[in-house]
């Protein structure tokens, strides 16, 4: 790897649109609740954590991360979260980043909701404080408890409707969860001034990612890999500017594509659709941003000019506010 190509991308100001916070907990965090919480299942050793991170498929890594989640019990530890994150984002050059918090898992797990908000409020203020990092709040629905989970994170994100939160998103699985079932929920948030962002394409095909778009309101998608596949959906996607939030070591690490080179990424730039690069679970799948923004630029092959453009797509795909989306784009002139 050339090694001005990584002080490039190590010197572009980032945006992360795609980051589950259960998922950005460090491995040092994890290690510490899980010698805290000895009957949660979650190794304590770091070599064995680490392969603990090695998924056999998708649905192991559900399980796996939905371990790791039910270690969270205290606002104290959400906060230790949310700042833990801000920091490795901070040193990824990312001081912009919206963060996927899955409330109705949290209560399920025993975490109480107040609490849930106490830390992500008082982390949230400590991220910009401590690490001049801006967090913004993605309230996803876990698609695999049904209808009831949309409705109970809807009535919990309008009813608290926390500083930062700027989205409404649907994660979990794909295969037998149809994302039509959760429309209501999406139309409520978005008349609320919410945005739409579910997860869509992931582990299943294109049609999901249509039914994200015409019955969720998608304004972004998780992921959506599989839209490659239909090239009717990626003029729609490209059409109607609907960034993609690709995640490509994620896709690898939990095998939904064989390798990096197999990655459908350079089919979906050339039919212009906005690609945004993304981390979703940083240390359960050993990424970083800029690692990231490397992998693909390698493995492309993209000029400068190129691995800026996916650092723009994502300002302007965010939900920032214009003042900072202009800031970004400014800071982006000035490197590249
Ligand atoms: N929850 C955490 N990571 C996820 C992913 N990559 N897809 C769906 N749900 C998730
Ligand atoms: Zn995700």
Known sequence: MPENLRAFVAALPKVELHVHLVGSASMRTVTRLARRHPDAGVPADPAVLRRFYTFRDFDHFLTVYWAVQALLRSAADIHELVVGLA???????????????????????????????????????????????????????????????????????????????????????????????????????????????????????????????????????????????????????????????????????????????????????????????????????GATLNGEYLAVAETLGLRRAEVAQLARNAVHASFAEDTRKQALLAQLGGVA
């Open 87 to 285: 920091r490795d984002l901070a040193a990824q050059n990312c001081r912009y980043a919206e963060v996927t918090v899955t409330p109705y898992n949290h209560l399920l797990d025993g975490l109480p909701g107040d609490d849930l908000l106490a830390g992500l409020a008082s982390g949230r203020a400590a991220a910009a404080a401590e690490h001049g990092v801006e967090l913004a709040w993605c309230f996803d629905i876990p698609g695999e408890k049904g209808p009831v989970a949309g409705r109970e994170t809807l009535v919990f994100a309008l009813r608290n409707r926390p500083e930062g939160l700027v989205s409404l998103g649907l994660g979990g699985p794909e295969v037998g969860v149809g994302r039509a079932q959760f429309a209501p929920f999406f139309t409520a948030a978005r008349e609320a001034g919410l945005h739409s962002v579910p997860h869509a394409g992931e582990t299943s095909g294109p049609a999901t990612v249509w039914s994200a778009v015409h019955d969720l309101g998608a304004e972004r998608i998780g992921h959506g890999t599989s839209s490659a596949a239909d090239p009717r959906l990626l003029a729609h996607l490209a059409e109607h500017r609907i960034a993609l939030e690709v995640c490509p070591t994620s896709n690898v690490r939990t095998r939904q594509v064989e390798s990096l080179a197999a990655h459908p990424i350079r089919r979906l730039l050339d039919h212009g659709v906005p690609v945004t690069l993304n981390t979703d679970d940083p240390p359960m799948f």
